[in-house]
């Protein structure tokens, strides 16, 4: 995929994350994955994504970088939110969050082959806290 393709390619994911369309998963992420370095799956990662909207129902992705090398993609985008269940090992306060993601992907056939993403979650901690 060309550059602007794979930009496309994430924008179209990342709508269908904020829509909460996780049932369109299959158009992104092949069946057999890397995900955190650990062999996973597109259901496994399905289960996580609907932990995360049960934990903080209103939770959103907005891309704020990406970059692009090959068939690799970097991410740092702001989730925002109101947690209403324990998330990342933080309590609900009833307060909004704005977390920094940092995410990496590698794609291959048209699909992600390789996910990984890591949370501010201390950052997380201190925004419900104070």
Do not use: C
């Not at 992104?28 to 129902?57: C, G, K, T, W, Y």
């Not at 690799?72 to 920094?100: F, M, Q, Y």
């Amino acid at each position: 995929m060309s550059d602007t393709d794979l930009r496309d390619f994430y924008q179209r994911y990342v709508d269908a994350l904020n829509a909460r369309e996780f049932d369109r998963m299959d158009e992104f992420v092949h069946e057999s994955i890397v995900m955190h370095s650990e062999p996973s799956s597109r259901e496994a990662l399905v289960a996580q994504l609907n932990s995360i909207v049960d934990a903080v129902p209103d939770f959103h992705w907005e891309v704020q970088e990406l970059a692009i090398n090959g068939d690799n993609i970097a991410v740092r985008a702001i989730n925002t939110g109101t947690p209403a269940k324990e998330w990342l090992g933080a309590a609900p306060t009833g307060k909004s969050i704005e977390i920094v993601e940092y995410a990496i992907y590698r794609v291959r056939d048209g699909k992600f082959l390789y996910m990984s993403a890591v949370h501010d979650a201390e950052a997380l901690r201190k925004q419900l806290a104070g």
